[in-house]
C-alpha cells in the first residue's frame, strides 16, 4: 500500500542554518506530493507540493524536488528562521487509487529554531 | 484563495454528551470533505471521506456509529462525536477538495480541540 515515511524528529537549529528534512514514499501510480507546515494549536497549510518527477516545489524559501528514481521528496532551507519553527508533514495522494482524493501523511517532523 | 471554516475551535464535554463540529468550505463548492484526527505528537489519522448527498465512507476502524458524518450541502460537512469519552479527546482536522486533488486542491480548517471530562 501507499506509505510516506519521514525523518524523526525533533530536528534542532540555529538561526540561519541550512534545513533537511528526508521524506521517502512508496506508492502505486504516480502520486502528487506535497508538505504541509502545522503551527501549534492550528491546523495544516500547504507549504508546497510536486505533481510529477523531477518538479520542484518552492514557497517562502522552502524547496522539494520530487524524485521518482529515488521515491524521495526531502524539503530543504537554506537558512531557517525561528518563525519557522513548526511540525512539517510529508503527504502524497494517487489519482490512480480507487480512493481517490485521501492524502496519506507521515509521521510528521518538528523543528525547532532557536536565535 | 479557498478558505475552509472549521467550527469550534476548542470544545469541552461531559462523558456521555455529543459534540457537533462543523466544518465549512467559504468561497468554493466542496464535493469531498476528509476528517482527520491527530493524538499529541503524532500524525493525522484519515477518519472518514464525506461526499456530499451520500453516506460517507469511514476508514477501517472507526465506529460509524460514534462519529457521525453529515455532508447534507457543497459547503457544509459535520462530525458529531456521539456519547462522548475521555478517549476521544483529540484534535481534529477537516480538509475539503477544491478542483482536482492532484493538483493540491486541499485546505484544511483549522481544527477543534475535543477535550472530554
Known amino acids: 500500500g501507499n506509505s510516506v515515511t519521514q525523518m524523526e524528529g525533533p530536528v534542532t537549529l540555529s538561526e540561519e542554518a541550512f534545513l533537511t528534512i528526508n521524506c521517502t514514499y512508496t506508492?502505486?501510480?504516480?502520486?502528487?506530493l506535497f508538505w504541509y507546515v502545522q503551527y501549534p494549536g492550528e491546523g495544516l497549510q500547504l507549504l508546497l507540493k510536486?505533481?510529477?518527477?523531477?518538479d520542484k516545489g518552492s514557497n517562502k524559501g522552502f524547496e522539494a524536488t520530487y524524485r521518482k528514481e529515488t521515491t524521495s521528496f526531502h524539503l530543504e532551507k537554506g537558512s531557517v528562521q525561528v518563525s519557522d519553527s513548526a511540525v512539517y508533514f510529508c503527504?502524497?495522494?494517487?489519482?490512480?487509487?480507487?480512493?481517490?482524493?485521501?492524502?496519506?501523511f507521515g509521521q510528521g517532523t518538528t523543528l525547532q529554531v532557536k536565535p | 484563495g479557498a478558505v475552509v471554516s472549521q467550527h469550534p475551535s476548542w470544545v469541552i464535554c461531559k462523558s456521555g454528551t455529543s459534540v457537533k463540529i462543523e466544518c465549512r468550505s467559504l468561497?468554493?463548492?466542496?464535493?469531498?470533505m476528509f476528517w482527520y484526527r491527530q493524538f499529541p505528537k503524532q500524525s493525522l489519522m484519515l477518519m472518514a471521506t464525506?461526499?456530499?448527498?451520500?453516506?460517507?465512507?469511514?476508514e477501517q476502524g472507526v465506529e460509524k456509529d460514534k462519529f457521525l458524518i453529515n455532508h447534507a450541502s457543497l459547503t457544509l460537512s459535520t462530525l458529531t462525536v456521539t456519547s462522548a469519552h475521555p478517549e476521544d479527546s483529540s484534535f481534529y482536522i477537516c480538509?475539503?477538495?477544491?478542483?482536482?486533488?492532484?493538483?493540491?486542491?486541499?485546505?484544511f480548517g483549522s481544527g477543534t480541540r475535543l477535550t472530554v471530562v
Open positions: 480538509s475539503a477538495i477544491r478542483g482536482a486533488h492532484s493538483f493540491g486542491g486541499y485546505t
Open positions: 506508492a502505486t501510480g504516480y502520486p502528487s
Open positions: 510536486a505533481t510529477k518527477a523531477d
Open positions: 503527504a502524497l495522494s494517487d489519482p490512480g487509487s480507487s480512493n481517490t482524493g485521501k492524502l496519506i
Open positions: 468561497d468554493f463548492q466542496a464535493t469531498t
Open positions: 464525506s461526499n456530499e448527498g451520500s453516506k460517507a465512507t469511514y
